[in-house]
Nanobody, 115 residues
Framework: QVQVVESGGGLVQAGGSLRLSCAASGSISSISAMGWYRQAPGKLRELVARITTGDSTTYADSVRGRFTLSRDNANNTFYLQMNSLQPEDTAVYYC?????????RGQGTQVTVSS
C-alpha cells in the first residue's frame, strides 16, 4: 500500500507564492509518474503539472511560467512551487503518484488566493 500526503496549502494574496509538497510512502518500488491536479468548486478536476520517469515535465497552459514541479527522489517527495498566484488558482490541489501502474492520491490541500 502507498500513502500520499499533500501539504503546504493556505491563504495567500494575489501575486503571492506557495510551495506544495507531496510525500509518498509505503510499498514503493519506483514512482513512474506523479501529477498535481486541482479542482475548484463547480469545476472539473484538471491537471496542473506532471512529471514522469526521466523528469519529463508538462504544465497546464494556465500555470506554465508560474508553477514549477520538482522532485526529491531520495525521499519520494514532490514539490509544486507556485508563484504569481491569482484568484483563479483557488482550488483543492491533489497529488497523484503512479506506482506499478496503480494510481494513489492524497486527500488534497486547499489553496485560496484572495484578490
Amino acid at each position: 500500500q502507498v500513502q500520499v500526503v499533500e501539504s503546504g496549502g493556505g491563504l495567500v494574496q494575489a501575486g503571492g507564492s506557495l510551495r506544495l509538497s507531496c510525500a509518498a510512502s509505503g510499498s514503493i518500488s519506483s514512482i513512474s509518474a506523479m501529477g498535481w491536479y486541482r479542482q475548484a468548486p463547480g469545476k472539473l478536476r484538471e491537471l496542473v503539472a506532471r512529471i514522469t520517469t526521466g523528469d519529463s515535465t508538462t504544465y497546464a497552459d494556465s500555470v506554465r511560467g508560474r508553477f514549477t514541479l520538482s522532485r526529491d527522489n531520495a525521499n519520494n517527495t514532490f514539490y509544486l512551487q507556485m508563484n504569481s498566484l491569482q484568484p483563479e488558482d483557488t482550488a483543492v490541489y491533489y497529488c497523484n503518484v503512479v506506482v506499478a501502474r496503480y494510481n494513489y492520491r492524497g486527500q488534497g490541500t486547499q489553496v485560496t488566493v484572495s484578490s
